[in-house]
């Protein structure tokens, strides 16, 4: 693979691009970074990364762009934007895609991919990615990385016209992210991989909110643990009544992870701190939906959902 001759787009250059960001253009990969507010604080000192794995990395100069037409056309685009500005940023994404694209949602939720595909070019390949890491910005272009960094791709739609064509775009993005030292395996089931991710951000996501709890407090206190545990249940019996069996024990394996985490404040936290859109659509109403639609019924993230839309209102 000759890394300098693959273009990575980063559209969305916050805690998530910037952290895979900087990692492939350490790797040799030639990376551009599209930046809206914090534009002219990457242009001045680039992407840091202080990472409790990694050590501390910076990527000096950065391509930086405040405009996608500044862009050079991408043959990847790693979407690491929040899913509530998903609509807008269709035709930000269709103009930093070169021709046969492909554009990885690095992003939190269920149909994330079902909502965005409609509004994209058919010549794009669409993928999606589920990042397992703990990982926060702290400062315009700096992002503090604490534990894990798995990120796990599945072919969604696009051109591609045959099962072994998708699955070799799956694997070549997959391969991008190991050459970089990330660990990173293709996924063949995109849905039931989506709902596996549930299994964490529903409770952890959530829960921080509304009790203003980190993780270490949260894994610390009977009632709280308890709270968890349920609602990974309950994400597990939605995603068997929409077809997808989770693998045996996965919930208490994540538990268990948590368990042994340095204490993280999860994504949803920071978005409320800063009074920003919470990803309430794609993490709590989509697969109550599907739920539902598929004639089960999830109470306790139904009212844990009504109570975040409070806080959020």
């Not at 990385?145 to 998708?166: E, F, I, T």
């Amino acid at each position: 693979m000759n890394k300098a001759k693959v273009r990575i787009g980063i559209i969305g250059t916050g805690a998530i691009g910037g952290f895979y960001g900087a990692l492939l253009a350490r790797a040799g990969f030639d990376v551009h970074f599209l930046l809206r507010s914090e534009y002219a604080a990457v242009r001045d000192n680039g992407v840091q990364i202080d990472s409790a794995v990694h050590g501390t990395l910076k990527v000096y100069p950065a391509q930086a762009y405040a405009h996608v037409g500044q862009m050079p056309p991408c043959e990847w685009l790693l979407v690491g934007a929040k899913t509530t500005a998903n609509a807008e940023l269709a035709a930000v994404i269709a103009q930093a895609a070169a021709p046969g694209a492909k554009v990885v949602l690095l992003q939190n939720g269920l149909d994330v991919e079902e909502q965005l595909r409609p509004l994209l070019p058919e010549h794009l390949h669409l993928l999606g990615g589920l990042c397992f890491i703990c990982v926060n910005r702290t400062a315009p272009g700096v992002v503090q990385h604490q534990a894990l960094g798995a990120v796990n791709l599945g072919y969604h739609s696009g051109p591609a016209a045959s099962g072994a064509v998708r699955q070799g775009i799956t694997d070549e993005g997959a391969a991008l992210f190991r050459e970089a030292g990330i660990e990173s395996q293709a996924m063949a089931n995109l849905a039931q991989a989506r709902w596996q991710k549930l299994v964490w951000n529903v409770p952890y996501n959530g829960l921080s909110v509304l009790l203003r709890a980190s993780t270490t407090p949260l894994m610390a206190d009977p009632n709280s643990r308890a709270l968890i545990q349920a609602l990974m249940a309950d994400v597990v019996e939605g995603a068997r009544a929409c077809g997808h069996e989770l693998p045996s024990g996965y919930a208490e394996h994540l538990f268990a992870i948590t368990a042994q985490m340095p204490d993280y404040w999860p994504s949803m936290y920071h978005d409320f701190a800063q009074q920003r859109p919470l990803e309430l659509a794609a993490i709590y109403a989509a697969p109550l939906a599907r739920a539902r639609a598929a004639g089960c019924s999830l109470p306790r993230i139904e009212a844990l959902h009504q109570a975040l839309a409070f806080l959020s209102a």
